[in-house]
């Protein structure tokens, strides 16, 4: 069975696609949120796929090393990569915008998703795929924090997507559709969330994106 390791796992988008992933793949499932990680295994489980937990802190070095060396080490490599994990820091205007919650957004967000390039991309080797998703509110008023390191995210993936077109692996950037996440209700908490799309459904339009040729 093909592998997929989907950082930030634990709930939202990553867990759905997860959930969609699972009937083709192994997941290998990278969240800090223990409980969420285990309920996503049990659904999982429960439609017949296999994962693996992994509740780590992507922005620890040490963690992600010892992860892709234990995936090297039972699998040989990496047939996807799933990025989703993401720190929403709060609306604030860039006049204001405090060191420790642009700290906390440059590592999650920008930091740790190019030391995992790093990490990852031996495991997937020349045919493997790694996927990012896009967001376009950097430059919008008060995403300082967010839209920012977002932006700064995407632009290096744009980069490991250029300068692997002929060597691969493979690298994607697609744009999900607004939907109810967590991260979504920090910023829009009077939003009608009834009018946002099902993250369930989203992964079931993406998944085609994603495996596709």
Not at 55 to 82: F, K, N
Not at 152 to 174: C, D, F, M, N, Y
Not at 175 to 189: D, S, V
């Amino acid at each position: 069975m093909k592998t997929a390791l989907i950082t930030g796992a634990s709930r939202g988008l990553g867990a759905a696609l997860a959930m969609a992933l699972a009937p083709t793949h192994h997941i290998i499932a990278v969240g800090r949120t223990v409980g969420a990680l285990e309920d996503l295994d049990d659904r999982i489980k429960a439609a017949g796929g296999q994962a693996t937990l992994a509740p780590m802190d992507i922005t620890v070095p040490e963690a992600m090393q010892q992860l892709c060396r234990s995936i090297h080490d039972r699998w040989g490599g990496l047939d996807l990569w799933v990025h989703t994990a993401i720190h929403a820091g709060p609306l604030a205007p860039a006049a204001t915008l405090a060191d420790k919650d642009f700290d906390s957004s440059v590592a999650v967000n920008l930091r740790a998703p190019a030391r995992l390039i790093g990490y990852v991309s031996p495991l997937l080797g020349v045919t493997g795929r790694a996927v990012f998703f896009d967001d376009p509110r950097g430059g919008e008023k008060f995403f300082g924090h967010y839209g920012t390191t977002k932006a700064a995210q995407i632009a290096l993936a744009r980069s490991w997507q250029a300068e692997t077109v002929k060597t691969g692996p493979q690298v994607r950037i697609l744009a999900p559709k607004p939907m109810p996440t967590a991260l979504r209700g920090r910023f829009f908490p009077g939003e009608d969330r009834s009018a946002l799309a099902d993250p369930g459904t989203e992964a079931a339009r993406l998944l085609p994106l994603i495996l596709g040729e």
